[in-house]
């Protein structure tokens, strides 16, 4: 895709968790502006431009026609972050569609952490012993209502529940007495992901959550290779195809 200009050019070369395509059509849209976050580079709303605002009910008029064209050529994007880590014995969608579906509201969501309880292993001796973990979720989105809200969180979980890989870990705990034993199963998933609307070179929507617990496995993008087409077509029907063309990007 093309830049406009040089300095945007400078900003796809900065790190972050979007697809460069993604942050390419921030840079060209002009309701649209990439900023830096401890997280890298992320993109939202100028300011005056975002849901609620005259400047968006003109881009975006709700009428039964614009409807249909909004439909038909919108463009949406899922984007899967590249580092795989571990959520413990806690689904990673369901706790993505837990802290998106709670800390987000009728136009954004709270910036507050959201934390999920979740199940690991400590080494204490010659034991290896259950223990508890708390998984912590940093979420943002700007979209227009709860409905549109009900429909990113949706599309989410249901891309996160397409290449999650689920590893066994057995645990014993050793006494005089005898060993007690038993299994945790892992699941694994993206570090961050987001769903993002544009038409008509307007950037329209996104939510998008980062998540922390432990240090990273490894490339997730590898493990998700396989997985990109189901991916789009698990977001394609939410909505009855609000999401216009689908596509799922791994950063």
């Known amino acids: 895709m093309a830049l406009a200009t040089a300095e945007a050019s400078q900003v796809l ?16 849209a002009p309701n649209c502006k990439t900023y830096d976050t401890g997280h890298g580079l992320m993109f939202q709303f100028k300011p005056g431009m975002e849901p609620g605002t005259a400047d968006y009910a003109a881009r975006f008029p709700n009428t039964t026609e614009h409807r249909t064209l909004i439909k038909r050529d919108t463009r949406t994007h899922v984007t899967f972050g590249e580092t795989s880590i571990n959520y413990g014995t806690t689904n990673p969608c369901g ?62 979980a249901a891309a996160a529940s397409k290449g999650q890989k689920w590893d066994r870990h057995d645990w014993c ?23 993002n609307k544009f038409y008509n070179g307007n950037l329209r929507g996104f939510i998008q959550s980062s998540v922390a617990m432990d240090v990273n496995e490894g490339n997730c993008c590898a493990t998700l290779a396989g997985a990109l087409g189901a991916i789009a077509g698990a977001v394609n029907p939410i909505a009855d195809g609000l999401f216009g063309l689908v596509n799922a990007l791994c950063a």
Do not use: M
């Open 173 to 195: 705990i050793r006494t005089k007495e005898g060993d007690t034993c038993g299994t945790q199963w892992w699941g694994r998933q993206t570090n961050f992901i987001s769903v």
């Open 95 to 156: 706790a993505l569609h837990h802290c998106l579906y709670d800390y987000c509201h009728e136009g954004s969501c709270d910036s507050n952490i959201c934390t999920v309880e979740t199940k690991g292993l400590v080494r204490s001796g010659a034991s290896l012993r259950p223990r508890s973990r708390l998984i912590s979720f940093s979420s943002y989105g700007q979209h227009n209502g709860w409905s549109e809200r009900n429909h990113y969180v949706d599309s989410v």
């Open 13 to 28: 070369k900065k790190k972050s968790p979007h697809h460069p395509d993604i942050l390419a059509q921030c840079e060209d």
